[in-house]
C-alpha cells in the first residue's frame, strides 16, 4: 500500500516539505492541510503590498491549490482545521471551517509546519483602537481595506523589527505620517545597537517620529470627537493616530504538539533533531515553531526565516524518504530594506557573544559599495566579528547601498566552511566599477581583521573614548582641519596626516595616543608612522563615523531631513 504522509500548515515550511518528498516519491500519498484560506503566499511580501510596490495580490499566492494538485498530485485542502493528534491511532481529526463537517485522516507520517501567531497583549483600550497585526493575506487585506476606506493621515507602529519596520517605511510610501514605538533603546534588535544606529539615522531622516526605550500603555480614542486615536507610551507620551499597526513579535502556534504530549521547550517551541523528528520518530517538525541549534556555537535557538524553514522542509522529505539529511543549524543571515538602507547580517552579535565563552574583536569599515569614481557610490558601514585565538570568523554586520547583502552573504558562505579573517583577505571576487572596487569590501574587513590579528594595529573602540579621555589619554585627530573645525571629538587635538611626521616633538611618548580620521584608514597610516617612531599608539576602529552615530541620543540624526511624503494625502 502506497504510504501517506499528512502535512499541518503550508507556506515555507509544509509547503517545501510536501514539494520536495513529490520529487522523491511519485506514489506516496500526501495531503496537506491548512486551516486559512491560503496554503502558500508570499508572508514576506506583505508589507509591500500594503505600501503599493506590490500592485496585484493575487501575485502574493505563490501556488494555489489546484496547481498543487496538477503539477504535483497533491491534496491540498484549506480551510480545514487539524483539532488533535492522535498518536497510538496514527491519525488526526480534521475539522472542515466551510462545512463544519469533522473527520479523522489516518497516516503515516506527520508533518507538523503550524508557524507562529502575532502577539497581542491585553493593553488598555485595545479593543476600543483600530489595531492590526500582519502575518497573512486576509491580515494585509483588512490593513489594505480601512485605509481605502479611512483615507488614514497618520498610523503608528508598535515594535521596531523586521515586521515594524516593513511597515513603517511603507505606510510612509503611502503618504502617512507614521510614528513607531519600540520598547528597547534600538529599532531592529537583532542588529548590535551601534549597527542599529545607522537605522535609527535613517527613519529619523525620513520622518519617521521615532520613539525608543518607551512601551506602550494603553490605547484610547480621542477626547476631541474626531475619529483620531490615542497610543499612550509607559513615559506618559501621547502620540495620536488613525490606526495602530502591532509588530511586537510572535509565538509558536503549537498547541497541538502540547496536546499530543509531544515534548517542547518552556517557551513552547517544538524540539527537534537534526532530522527534524519530534519526540515521536513518526511525527517530525519544521519552521518558525521549533528549536533548532545555532550552526556556530551548536546552542538550542530559534530563527524564524523563511530560508530555514525551506531548507527544514527538504530535510524532513528526504528522512521521510528514507535519504539520511541533518540540519547543520542555522547561521541567522538576514536582510532589511528600509527607505535607502539596506541591513544584513550573519552570524553571531556582539550581544549574543558576551553571554558566552569566546574571546574576540571586532573591526569597522566604511567602504564604498562600488568605486568612488563611478557615479552614485554610497558607503556600507561594515562590522566585522571574530575569535581572538584563531581569527575565525564569527559574525558580520552592515548597512549601506545598493550591494550590502551580497556582502554578508560572502561572509555568510565564509562562517559556513569555518573561514578567517585571513581567507576574507584573499578572496577572489567580482569587480567592475559599476559593481565593487578592485578590493572589495570584505576583502577591506579582511585587511583590518588580519592587521589586527598579526599584531600590526592595536585598536580602541567608539565606547572607550569617555574612559580614555577620563584617563588623560591624548586623542589626535588626522583629518584636514575643516573637517576637525566642523566637528570632532571633544578634547582631542588636531594634527593632520600630512603634517605628522614634521610635528612628531609635540607628542609625548610617554603616553598612549589614540588616533582617529573619518572611517580608520588615514588614522591606521598614522598608527604605523607612530609606532614606527617608538610612540604607543592605538587607532580608534571605524574613526569618527562609527564614533558619532554609535553615540547619537534617542531620535538625533547624521544628516539633513527629507521632506515629508504626500503620495497618499
Not at 520613539?211 to 470627537?225: T, Y
Not at 588636531?494 to 611618548?509: A, I
Not at 571605524?542 to 531620535?555: A, K
Request: proline share 4%; hydrophobic share 35%.
Amino acid at each position: 500500500m502506497a504510504k501517506k504522509v499528512v502535512i499541518v500548515g503550508g507556506v515555507a515550511g509544509g509547503a517545501s516539505t510536501a514539494a520536495r518528498l513529490r520529487r522523491l516519491e511519485e506514489f506516496t500519498e500526501i495531503i496537506i492541510l491548512d486551516r486559512g484560506p491560503y496554503v502558500s503566499f508570499a508572508n514576506c511580501g506583505l508589507p509591500y503590498y500594503v505600501g503599493q510596490v506590490i500592485k496585484e495580490k493575487d501575485t502574493l499566492e505563490l501556488v494555489k491549490p489546484v496547481d498543487f494538485k496538477t503539477k504535483f498530485n497533491i491534496d491540498v485542502r484549506v480551510n480545514n482545521e487539524v483539532l488533535s493528534i492522535d498518536r497510538k491511532k496514527k491519525q488526526v481529526m480534521v475539522k472542515n471551517l466551510e462545512t463544519n463537517e469533522e473527520y479523522a485522516l489516518e497516516y503515516d507520517n506527520l508533518v507538523l509546519s503550524p508557524g507562529a501567531e502575532c502577539l497581542r497583549p491585553n493593553f488598555e483600550g485595545i479593543d476600543e483602537v483600530p489595531v492590526f497585526t500582519l502575518r497573512n493575506i486576509p491580515d494585509t487585506l483588512k490593513i489594505e481595506d480601512f485605509i481605502k476606506t479611512n483615507n488614514p493621515t497618520t498610523a503608528t507602529v508598535i515594535g521596531g523589527g523586521y515586521v515594524g519596520l516593513e511597515m513603517a517605511e511603507n505606510l510612509s510610501h503611502r503618504g502617512i505620517r507614521v510614528s513607531l514605538i519600540e520598547l528597547l533603546t534600538q529599532v531592529m534588535p537583532t542588529l548590535d545597537k551601534d549597527m542599529a544606529q545607522f537605522i535609527n539615522n535613517e527613519i529619523v531622516l525620513n520622518r519617521i517620529q521615532l520613539i525608543l526605550g518607551d512601551g506602550v500603555k494603553s490605547f484610547a480614542k480621542n477626547n476631541s470627537g474626531s475619529n483620531k486615536y490615542v497610543v499612550t507610551t509607559q513615559s506618559g507620551k501621547k502620540v495620536v493616530t488613525d490606526l495602530v499597526i502591532l509588530c511586537i513579535g510572535v509565538r509558536p502556534q503549537t498547541e497541538l504538539a502540547k496536546a499530543a504530549d509531544l515534548n517542547l521547550t518552556e517557551r513552547g517551541y517544538i524540539i527537534v533533531n537534526d532530522q527534524m523528528q519530534t519526540s515521536d520518530t513518526d511525527i517530525y517538525a519544521v519552521g518558525d515553531a521549533i528549536q533548532i541549534q545555532n550552526f556556530i556555537t551548536h546552542k538550542d535557538t530559534v530563527v524564524p526565516l523563511a530560508g530555514p524553514a525551506n531548507r527544514q522542509g527538504r530535510i524532513a522529505a528526504d528522512n521521510i524518504a528514507g535519504r539520511e539529511s541533518k540540519y547543520k543549524g542555522a547561521i541567522g543571515t538576514a536582510v532589511l530594506q528600509i527607505f535607502s538602507q539596506t541591513a544584513a547580517q550573519t552570524g553571531l552579535t556582539e550581544r549574543q557573544l558576551q553571554g558566552l565563552d569566546i574571546d574576540y574583536e571586532k573591526i569597522y569599515i566604511h567602504p564604498k559599495n562600488h568605486a568612488g569614481y563611478y557615479p552614485d557610490a554610497q558607503p556600507i558601514a561594515m562590522k566585522l566579528i571574530f575569535a581572538k585565538k584563531d581569527g575565525k570568523i564569527l559574525g558580520a554586520q552592515a548597512v549601506g547601498g545598493p550591494g550590502t547583502e551580497k556582502r554578508i552573504d560572502v561572509v555568510a558562505t565564509a562562517i559556513y566552511f569555518g573561514g578567517t579573517v585571513y581567507d576574507l583577505q584573499d578572496l577572489e571576487l567580482c569587480y567592475a566599477p559599476p559593481f565593487g572596487c578592485a578590493r572589495d569590501c570584505v576583502n577591506m574587513a579582511g585587511f583590518v581583521a588580519s592587521n589586527v590579528q598579526s599584531g600590526e594595529v592595536d585598536l580602541c573602540h567608539w565606547n572607550e573614548v569617555e574612559k580614555i579621555k577620563s584617563d588623560g589619554g591624548l586623542i589626535v585627530d588626522v583629518r584636514a582641519p575643516d573637517l576637525y573645525e566642523a566637528e570632532h571629538i571633544e578634547g582631542s587635538i588636531n594634527v593632520p596626516l600630512g603634517q605628522l611626521r614634521s610635528r612628531l616633538d609635540e607628542l609625548s611618548k610617554d603616553k598612549t595616543i589614540f588616533v582617529y580620521c573619518q572611517v580608520g584608514f588615514s588614522s591606521y597610516l598614522a598608527y604605523r608612522i607612530l609606532q614606527h617612531n617608538g610612540y604607543k599608539v592605538k587607532n580608534l576602529t571605524g574613526g569618527f563615523n562609527t564614533y558619532q552615530i554609535s553615540n547619537l541620543p534617542p531620535g538625533g540624526h547624521v544628516g539633513e531631513l527629507k521632506p515629508y511624503n504626500t503620495q497618499g494625502c
